[in-house]
């Protein structure tokens, strides 16, 4: 099993539905993070947490919600989706006393395509 | 205002030939530098990092190189190998700020190598 598990891997929806995308970890990392990547541009972040009380926004929260169910759990929510948000979403999680030379290593699923018609 | 660029799209070498990929930042916080690889369909996956307190790291083909006065990195490929096709994400962090440990990442910079 993949350490870090998106689902779904693909999902396409219409505008004003919600959404959930799940991620899972086998990591014990306490740190987990919601990235969206669209074409040609690098991994925004949308929400991290730092542990299960800790959940704080990124550069592009609006239009998201998160909920960190557990330590292993961090669900993204798009409470009502619009095509803009169509997106690759990656989540990732990281251990910085585990890092490379104290660099805060991040570990990806392998993301969730959402298409919003 | 982008924090971590990536000028360059694409970038395209010989097999067996070096290959150069740079990234250029504006943050004087940003403390560690890390490259990350992406292939079709899978999430990135983690490469090579370096510390500001260093001017270079080597992995076996991979080596890192920090100018901290001109706020460029580059990542070096030698020799490069049709393997290492992918898109190659730099990213910044810094442990200094509030909020430590998040990751800001350039746009991205495919690599094809030929064969």
């Known amino acids: 099993d993949a350490d870090v598990t998106q689902t779904p891997r693909n999902r396409i929806t219409k505008t004003g539905k919600r959404i959930m995308l799940e991620c899972s970890q086998t990591?014990?990392?306490?740190?987990m993070y919601w990235y969206r990547q669209d074409p040609g541009l690098g991994l925004r972040l949308i929400y991290y947490s730092f542990d299960v009380k800790d959940i704080n926004k990124g550069e592009i929260s609006d239009g998201y919600s998160v909920s960190r169910q557990a330590q292993a759990k961090f669900s993204l929510s798009l409470e009502s989706a619009i095509p803009n948000q169509t997106a690759l979403y990656f989540c990732?999680?990281?251990?910085?006393?585990?890092?490379?030379?104290?660099?805060?290593?991040?570990?990806f699923g392998a993301g969730s395509r959402l298409t919003v018609l | 205002d982008q924090q971590v660029k990536q000028n360059s799209p694409s970038l395209s070498v010989q097999e067996g030939r070096i290959s150069i990929l740079n990234c250029d930042y504006t943050n004087s916080m940003f403390d560690y530098f890390l490259w990350y690889k992406k292939y079709p369909a899978e999430g990135p996956t983690f490469l090579i990092s370096i510390s500001s307190i260093k001017d270079k790291n080597e992995d076996g083909r991979f080596t890192v190189f920090l100018n901290k006065s001109a706020k460029h990195l580059s990542l070096h490929i030698v020799p490069s190998q049709p393997g290492d096709s992918a898109v190659y994400f730099c990213?910044?962090?810094?442990?200094?700020?509030?909020?430590?440990?998040?990751?800001?990442f350039g746009d991205g910079t495919t690599l094809t190598v030929k064969p």
């Open positions: 990213a910044a962090s810094s442990t200094f700020t509030r909020n430590a440990g998040k990751s800001t």
């Open positions: 990591k014990g990392h306490d740190r």
């Open positions: 990732a999680t990281s251990d910085p006393g585990q890092g490379a030379g104290g660099a805060n290593v991040l570990t």
